[in-house]
């Protein structure tokens, strides 16, 4: 079987700069709720603020970027599937 080229993984510098992106993240989500001028895009906001986060961790820290295709397919077929399950779920527990 033909073996599968890996990138190469990240520098110890990367991992500080990713940090710091995500702590700059973490910083607007904390000042987002004060600003009242965000107030009609506030969830929204919030939640593309952790789904940035979100990706970044699982793409640097949890090293899927850097892994064979087949974990990353798995690992994301396993966070987007949860949610048709839990729609059924509610429905078989007639909570619509």
């Known amino acids: 079987m033909a073996e599968v080229a890996h990138r190469a993984h990240p520098t110890p510098r990367t ?3 990713i940090a710091a992106i995500l702590a700059g993240v973490t910083a607007i989500e904390i000042a987002v ?5 965000l107030d ?3 969830v929204p906001l919030l939640w ?4 940035i986060k979100f990706f970044a961790v699982v793409g640097f820290f949890m090293h899927l970027r850097y ?3 087949l974990y ?3 690992f994301f077929f396993g966070v987007f599937g949860v949610f048709p399950l839990f729609i059924v779920v509610l429905l078989s ?3 619509f």
């Open 93 to 95: 527990m007639h909570a």
């Open 67 to 69: 892994e064979k295709p």
């Open 72 to 74: 990353r397919t798995l």
């Open 40 to 42: 009609p895009i506030k």
């Open 15 to 17: 991992y500080w700069i």
């Open 48 to 51: 593309a603020l952790a789904a």
């Open 33 to 37: 709720p004060y600003i009242s001028a």
